[in-house]
């Protein structure tokens, strides 16, 4: 549950362009939400791309799901992948990533990190 809906706005530089992120935190001052939006050289302004939603649980989990703008139905896709941290002792102990399967329609694990 978000029980602050606290967005800042900063410029940073990504992958050779420019953009603009947005920040939501919860009561625990954890960051749940970022959002990245670009500029349109066509439109001229900023328009959706990115998104990042974070999940957490006592056990030591955090979740993170990619989802990516689509400009039909002017809303952030079905996550398209994700990664699961596994803490121990404050520490990501383990990294996982998923990759969606269009086919399957589920998340597919492409990579356990140990660290």
């Not at 799901?65 to 809303?75: C, D, I, P």
């Not at 996550?79 to 383990?94: A, F, T």
């Amino acid at each position: 549950m978000v029980a602050m809906a606290l967005f800042m706005s900063v410029t940073t530089k990504m992958f050779a362009w420019t953009g603009n992120c947005k920040y939501q935190y919860d009561y625990k001052n954890r960051l749940v939400k970022k959002e990245l939006m670009k500029w349109s050289e066509r439109e001229s302004k900023w328009e959706e791309s990115l998104c990042w939603n974070y999940t957490y649980n006592e056990d030591g989990l955090t979740v993170v799901e990619l989802n990516k703008w689509n400009a039909q139905t002017k809303s952030f896709s079905q996550p398209v992948n994700k990664m699961v941290y596994r803490h121990q002792e404050g520490n990501v102990s383990l990294l996982e990533v998923y990759i969606w399967n269009k086919t399957t329609k589920e998340f597919v694990l492409e990579k356990v990190i140990n660290a």
